[in-house]
């Protein structure tokens, strides 16, 4: 084999090296650009899967705003209407009391007429019994006006009490009505 052979074919595998050389640039070159194509997919499923995180937390944040801000208006509600059962009560209790006052001293003036008419024949030896009820016992608005005597109206420790001889009542409700209730002297009386 002469020296040109020899070259004829080392130029022949030289090129070959050279063209393997160039394949393999090119697979590392495409492996690369696949590998990278495959990071920047990850880091924009990433990003959009952070975003809707954000959005799931966002949507949350203002779900528990929202019913708080309900639970608020429905508690504030609820007050305003206890406030106001609690007036309409109060009103009906005062009217009612007062009713009973009118009516106690409506039927006293009654009463004091035909006491004395009654006294009349008291002076001339009748005598009068006072019923005395126990303590606890209710009785009626008609029976309260109805007593033996007149009633004076004291109120101790912000609470109404009516005096009847020794007897002490104090009003109760009943039944939409007006009761009264045998109870012990307030402290002081």
Do not use: K
């Amino acid at each position: 084999m002469g020296a040109q052979e020899r070259r004829a074919g080392m130029t022949g595998r030289s090129g070959q090296r050279s063209e393997m050389r160039i394949q393999g640039q090119a697979q590392r070159t495409e492996r690369a650009q696949g590998r990278a194509d495959t990071r920047q997919a990850r880091q924009d499923t990433r990003t959009e899967r952070s975003g809707e995180r954000s959005g799931v937390r966002s949507d949350r944040q203002e779900g528990r705003t929202e019913r708080q801000g309900t639970r608020q208006e429905q508690r504030t509600e609820r007050q305003g209407t206890r406030q106001e059962q609690r007036t309409d009560r109060q009103g009906q209790r005062q009217t009612a009391v007062n009713e009973a006052y009118d009516n106690r001293y409506h039927d006293h003036d009654d009463w004091d007429d035909d006491w004395d008419d009654y006294w009349g024949a008291a002076a001339v030896g009748a005598a009068v019994a006072v019923t005395a009820y126990a303590i606890g016992t209710t009785i009626t608005a008609s029976a309260f006006a109805a007593l033996p005597c007149t009633s004076t109206t004291i109120v101790a420790g912000g609470v109404t009490y009516y005096q009847c001889g020794t007897t002490w009542y104090q009003p109760a409700y009943s039944g939409g009505g007006v009761t009264y209730v045998v109870v012990n002297p307030p402290a002081g009386y």
